[in-house]
């Protein structure tokens, strides 16, 4: 098994830790190796720094009480729009039709503030890409890696033993364990006992 997943991981979680000592409310990154593997298409990000801040910003709005999406996460409104300024995020002038105002961009700002920050990330995705490219004639990805989706494929609940849940996709979980911020054991997809009696 690989030991990029968990450096990557690392990576994700210092990164958080930096954007958290400019946004003080932003609350800590549960689990950092769920965002690996997958892109949101709500978000149109491959995993980046960029995507990262996007995250935050939703961090931010939870801990706010702020409701920044709708149609089940997919449009992001103008409370959105908003905490995405103060955390560096530029945006276009209309929102798109279905996602809103989704496709965020680094501003200059936020750029030079997080220059560090976004070279060792980007580093750790280069050495993550490479560990994980050279698997690929071997292994079986899923419907959505073969067609260059960016759903990043089906997610299914994962539990863990003091009663957390997360939505995964399981190859992401596949990948490497993730972990329970809560009780530090990882967090697993139950098996499916049997059918319900009709």
């Known amino acids: 098994m690989s030991t990029t997943p968990p450096v990557l991981a690392a990576e994700l979680a210092q ?3 930096d954007i958290q000592r400019h946004h003080t409310e932003l ?3 549960a689990a950092p190796e769920s965002l690996i593997g997958e892109s949101s298409s709500a978000c149109g990000h491959e995993l980046s720094f960029e995507r990262l801040l996007h995250e935050a910003v939703h961090g931010i709005a939870a801990a706010r009480g702020v409701r920044d999406t709708s149609r089940a996460g997919r449009y992001h409104n103008r409370r959105f729009l908003a905490i ?8 276009p002038e209309e ?3 279905s996602s809103g105002f989704s496709l965020v961009t680094l501003s200059p700002e936020a750029k ?4 560090p920050t976004i070279e060792r990330l980007q580093r750790a995705l280069k050495a993550h890409t490479a560990a994980t490219a050279t698997d690929s004639a ?4 899923g419907p959505a890696a073969r067609h260059g989706s960016s ?3 089906v997610r299914v609940k994962a539990v863990c033993d003091c009663g957390r849940n ?3 996709v399981p190859s992401v979980l596949a990948q490497a364990p993730i972990m329970c911020g809560g009780c530090g054991k990882p967090f697993r997809i139950p098996e499916v006992v049997g059918a319900a009696a009709g």
């Not at 030079?112 to 220059?115: A, E, G």
């Open 15 to 17: 990164a958080w830790a």
């Open 27 to 29: 609350p800590d990154l």
């Open 84 to 91: 995405a300024e103060e955390l560096g995020l530029d945006h």
């Open 95 to 97: 929102p798109h039709p």
């Open 112 to 115: 030079r503030r997080y220059r």
């Open 138 to 141: 071997r292994s079986f990805r």
């Open 151 to 153: 759903g990043g494929g």
């Open 166 to 168: 997360v939505r995964v």
